[in-house]
């Protein structure tokens, strides 16, 4: 899985929407390393536990304004991985550098 590739959503509540939309990132990390109690296992037995990465999608059509999407609602998406991700050129992303003359003077 990766960003830019396309998904199609199917809401429970809302069986009747086509929803459709684009992997916008993934987490670097499951849910439990970003813990404040990240679970420890130390009785030296294997035990597989399911990892969940969280992934942000973002929809792109197919939105009702009079079925609003509420926090919490079951949903089940479909990530196309066979859709090839759209590529931005490198001239036109964001420079992080920032010239020497602009870079704050160390005191």
Known sequence: ?????????????????????????????????FSAFPPENATGNYVKIVQRVPVKILIDEGLDPNHPLALGLSVEPVVHIDTTPKLVPSSDLPSRHVPLAQAPKPR
């Open 1 to 33: 899985m990766r960003p830019g590739q396309k998904v199609d959503i199917h809401v429970d509540a809302y069986p009747f929407l086509k929803l459709r939309g684009h992997v916008d990132s993934l987490q670097k990390g499951t849910g439990a390393v």
